[in-house]
C-alpha cells in the first residue's frame, strides 16, 4: 500500500492506494492515524480511490481507527470508494457507520 | 502446502488468477472468489496456525466451466464457526474484527467448516460460475443467488 498526506486547512487527507490487507496495509493505516493525531489533525478523509483490494483485516483498522478518532473527538470519514469497496462495506452494514463522500471539496465542508 | 506466513496468501491468489484464468472466470465473479481465498488464507495462519511457519496451509484449488472449488486445511486447534458473532448486528459494527468469515459466505455459494485430518480447521468454499461474465462494478454480492 501507498499512502500520501496532506491538508486542506484543519482537515488532514491521507490518500491511499493498492492494497488494504493483512500483514500490510492494515497496520500502515493506524500509523497514518496515529501520526495525524499526533499532529493535531482530528478530522481525517480517508481517500480509497486508489484501493484496489481490501480485506476484512482492512476493514477491521478501519474500523478501529474510525473509534480512536472519534474519542479523540475527531472524525473520519471516506472519500471515492470504488464500487467494490462500497460492496464490502453495504454487506457488512458499515456504509451506515462512516460518512462517504465522492468530491474532496464536499467532504472537507462537511466538517463544518 | 505453504508455511504460515501473510506472503504466502499472495501465493495462493496468483495461483488462482491462474487457475480461473483458464475457466474464463474472470471480472466480478474473479474478484469475489479471490477476496474469499484472501479471507480464509488469513483465518488459517492467524487463527488457525497462529503464525508459526512451521505449521502449514494446506490449499487445494480447482477449476472447472461450472464451478470454482476452494479447499483450506490449517493445522490448529479447529475451532467453531457458529460462535462467531454477526458482524452485521449493530452492537458488533464497531468490532474491529469478526468478518473474514461472513465476507466468504456473501460471496461465495457454499461454505462448510470441518475438522481438518490432523485437528485442525478444513474451509470447503464452491463459487458456480455464471455462464457470461458481466462487467465489472455491475453486480452487487449482496443481490446473489447463494
Redesign the interface.
Known amino acids: 500500500m501507498k499512502s500520501q498526506l496532506r491538508d486542506r486547512g484543519d482537515v488532514r487527507i491521507v490518500e491511499l492506494s493498492g492494497k488494504i ?4 496495509g492494515d497496520v500502515k493505516i493506524r500509523e497514518l492515524i496515529d501520526e495525524s493525531l499526533a499532529a493535531g489533525k482530528k478530522n481525517i478523509v480517508l481517500d480509497l480511490a486508489g484501493v484496489s ?1 481490501i ?3 482492512g ?3 478501519m ?2 481507527c ?2 480512536t478518532v472519534t474519542k479523540k473527538g475527531g472524525h473520519l470519514k471516506l472519500l471515492r470508494l ?3 469497496i462500497n ?2 462495506l ?5 456504509i ?2 462512516f460518512d462517504v463522500f465522492d468530491d474532496e471539496a464536499e467532504a472537507v465542508r462537511s466538517f463544518g | 502446502m505453504l508455511a504460515s506466513r ?2 504466502n ?1 499472495e501465493v495462493a491468489e496468483r495461483a488462482l488468477h491462474d487457475l480461473c484464468a483458464t475457466a474464463g472466470c474472470d471480472g466480478d465473479q474473479l ?1 469475489w472468489v479471490v ?1 474469499a481465498l ?2 480464509a488464507m ?1 483465518n488459517a495462519v ?1 487463527h488457525g496456525n497462529r503464525l508459526q511457519p512451521e505449521r502449514k496451509v494446506h490449499v487445494d484449488l480447482s477449476v472447472d466451466p461450472g464451478a470454482v472449488t476452494i479447499r483450506i486445511d490449517d493445522e490448529g486447534e479447529g475451532f467453531d464457526p457458529s460462535r462467531i458473532p454477526d ?2 448486528q449493530p452492537e458488533n ?8 468469515i ?2 466468504m459466505q ?1 460471496f461465495m455459494n457454499h461454505v462448510q467448516f470441518s475438522r481438518a485430518p490432523g485437528g485442525g480447521t478444513s474451509v470447503l468454499m464452491v463459487k458456480n460460475l455464471q455462464p457470461t461474465t458481466r462487467s ?3 453486480e ?3 443481490s446473489r443467488s447463494r
Do not use: H, M, N
Not at chain 1, 453495504?90 to 458499515?94: A, G, K, P, R, S
Not at chain 2, 459494527?93 to 473474514?100: A, K, M
Open positions: 490487507t493483512i500483514g500490510s483490494t480485506d476484512s483485516s476493514i477491521g483498522e474500523v478501529a474510525y473509534t470504488s464500487p467494490k460492496d464490502i453495504q454487506v457488512t452494514q458499515l451506515t457507520v | 501473510f506472503e496468501i474478484y477476496t484472501r479471507e488469513a492467524r458482524p452485521t459494527l464497531l468490532r474491529p474484527s469478526g468478518r473474514g461472513f465476507y456473501q465489472a462494478d455491475d452487487e454480492p449482496t
